[in-house]
T-cell receptor, first 114, second 114 residues
Framework: AQSVAQPEDQVNVAEGNPLTVKCTYS??????LFWYVQYPNRGLQFLLK??????LVKGSYGFEAEFNKSQTSFHLKKPSALVSDSALYFC????????????FGAGTQVVVTP | SAVISQKPSRDICQRGTSLTIQCQVD?????MFWYRQQPGQSLTLIAT?????????ESGFVIDKFPISRPNLTFSTLTVSNMSPEDSSIYLC???????????FGSGTQLSVL
């Protein structure tokens, strides 16, 4: 069975510092990997995805993520965090052939302080 | 991309009543899904809304409790029936586009059952 783990409930970072949100997965085959962000009282917004190719994926709002097959990880990163990045971040995996059945992680609350 | 309008955005309901949530997409999409996000938790897939046929429900969700309609390729409804306080959640409509394979989400319906 597939699973997605986000080991940190919350990440605290000062504005201007690098931000990392961790995600590991367990799935058969080569998965499609995604990051979404949820602001208060809003739906989820797509940040980036990895399907194949370059392990470093660049997405919206200056975020990027690195796919590491050997460690089955897909950590989200931003070189310099902004206060406006404070939100709830979800990692998701879509196993090959599963069409729309995404498996979401538990979410990581990011708090960026001025 | 896809723009999804979901309504109502929030509602407070009495135990034993039912609420129907509407989801309208600005383009025709094959795959439409309903997710539940319980307080402080991740997203759980309720069902896949199939156009012209019965919805496909995930384990733990049944049609009598969560009847779904999908009359065409741009619209779906989810009904939460015979509600109890345990149904208090955010309910999210999402669609998967053919190109890119990512999910787009509506802004969600915040349901509180008293």
């Amino acid at each position: 069975a597939q699973s997605v783990a986000q080991p940190e409930d919350q990440v605290n970072v000062a504005e201007g510092n690098p931000l990392t949100v961790k995600c590991t997965y367990s799935v058969s085959g080569n998965p499609y990997l995604f990051w979404y962000v949820q602001y208060p009282n809003r739906g989820l917004q797509f940040l980036l995805k990895y399907i194949t190719g370059d392990n470093l994926v660049k997405g919206s709002y200056g975020f990027e993520a690195e796919f590491n097959k050997s460690q089955t990880s897909f950590h989200l990163k931003k070189p310099s965090a902004l206060v406006s990045d404070s939100a709830l971040y979800f990692c998701a995996v879509r196993p090959p052939g599963s069409w729309g059945k995404f498996q979401f992680g538990a979410g990581t609350q990011v708090v960026v302080t001025p | 991309s896809a723009v999804i309008s979901q309504k109502p955005s929030r509602d407070i309901c009495q135990r034993g009543t039912s609420l129907t949530i509407q989801c309208q997409v600005d383009s025709q999409v094959t795959m439409m899904f309903w997710y539940r996000q319980q307080p402080g938790q991740s997203l759980t897939l309720i069902a896949t809304a199939n156009q012209g046929s019965e919805a496909t429900y995930e384990s733990g969700f049944v049609i009598d409790k969560f009847p779904i309609s999908r009359p065409n390729l741009t619209f779906s409804t989810l009904t939460v029936s015979n509600m109890s306080p345990e149904d208090s959640s955010i309910y999210l409509c999402s669609v998967r586009t053919a190109s890119g394979g990512k999910l787009f989400f509506g802004s969600g319906t915040q349901l509180s059952v008293l």
